[in-house]
């Protein structure tokens, strides 16, 4: 678990790709010590297990589901990443509750001024629109943002110098093709709700036999 909050960026060393798996060597550009094997980093908001490491690298692997889902194809030796560590009990929470698990990619649509901000439009495929709410949480490249505006392919994320110098926005143009997980909290609700929708909106793959009839002959 991790709360969208990065610690810093990192330096893709090397890239080894096996058919459709990868395996990446990383170098955090900050300091990142007492290294675990088996511990989870997140990667561009992807949740990566430390196989290897050393001093001032660490090796992950990445599945082709992983692979597949995420911009970590498009990644090659030099890249710039975001890097989170795991949140450990009794951190503070000041991004929101980000599991590391991609649900699908955005891409930038567009950046405009705002003050000292800049304003970022991303267009995202529309099974996942239910999921994003206004004032709401998103996770982009890892990175805990609040929703400023969104519609059922669209959302638009206001970022302020700090996030700017601090991760890999800095070089996001239009074109872009970032990490995106929704809410974790929505995501539930959204699944529990399925059966009272008809399983329009949500994943659920059967109609709900629950209506007023069903309620009125069962004495409700």
């Given at each position: 678990m991790f709360t969208g909050?990065?610690?810093?960026?990192?330096?893709?060393?090397?890239?080894?790709?096996r058919g459709a798996e990868t395996r990446l060597r990383i170098?955090?550009?900050?300091?990142?010590?007492d290294y675990q094997a088996g511990e989870s980093i997140a990667v561009n908001g992807v949740c990566l297990t430390v196989e290897q490491y050393g001093t001032d690298w660490?090796?992950?692997?990445?599945?082709?589901?992983?692979?597949?889902l995420t911009n970590l194809g498009r990644l090659t030796t030099g890249s710039s990443i975001n890097l989170e560590r795991a949140l450990a009990l009794g951190d503070r929470l000041g991004g929101h509750l980000?599991?590391?698990h991609v649900d699908c990619t955005a891409v930038v649509a567009s950046i405009s001024p705002a003050g000292e901000s800049k304003l970022f439009r991303l267009s995202f495929p529309t099974e996942f629109g239910p999921q994003v709410i206004a004032k709401g949480s998103v996770a982009l490249d890892g990175?805990?943002?609040?929703?400023?505006?969104?519609?059922p392919d669209f959302l638009e994320v206001n970022i302020?110098?700090?996030?700017?110098?601090?991760t890999t926005i800095a070089k996001w143009k239009?074109?872009?093709m970032v990490n995106m997980e929704t809410d974790l909290i929505g995501k539930y609700v959204q699944n529990m709700l399925g059966p009272w929708d008809g399983g329009r909106n949500f994943a659920q793959t059967k109609?709900?036999?629950?209506?007023?009839?069903?309620?009125?002959?069962?004495?409700f």
């Open positions: 909050l990065v610690q810093g960026l990192g330096t893709i060393r090397a890239v080894e790709s170098s955090p550009d900050f300091a990142l010590h660490f090796s992950a692997y990445a599945s082709a589901e992983t692979m597949g980000v599991s590391g990175i805990s943002l609040t929703v400023n505006a969104c519609g302020i110098p700090a996030t700017q110098g601090e239009p074109g872009t109609p709900s036999s629950m209506s007023l009839d069903f309620l009125h002959k069962h004495g």
